[in-house]
Structure formats: C-alpha cells, structure tokens
C-alpha cells in the first residue's frame, strides 16, 4: 500500500463493493505496512481503515 498505483487499485476496488452493499466501513489488512485511514472523496461517511496484520491478530474485540 506505499505505492501509490497499488493503493488506488485496492481502495478503489473496496470503495465499489462498499458502494454495493451499502457499507459506510471497510477494513485493508496489511502484512507490513502502517496503521492509516482511508476517506472517499465521493462519499464523505465512507471509511477504509488500514491495519497491519499484527494488530488485527491482536484484537481482542468479539
């Protein structure tokens, strides 16, 4: 995701399946990489959160 051209792919892809199931909250989880947030710049209450694999292991949320 730190190339720009792998990032607008992935995101993009995810904002369409976002967009048809009607989601407001995606999640890309990243093997080595940092903790960010993605903003659709077409829907404003569209959100794609990147997380890197070890904190997602990590998460001790139900």
Do not use: C, Y
Request: net charge negative; no cysteine; proline share 5%.
């Amino acid at each position: 995701m730190d190339d720009p051209n792998t990032a607008e792919r992935e995101t993009r892809a995810l904002w369409e399946l976002m967009e048809e199931q009607h989601l407001d909250e995606g999640f890309i989880i990243v093997g080595n990489g940092k903790e960010r947030d993605w903003h659709n710049p077409d829907h404003a209450n569209q959100i794609i959160h990147q997380i890197p694999a070890w904190r997602w292991l990590m998460d001790t949320r139900s």
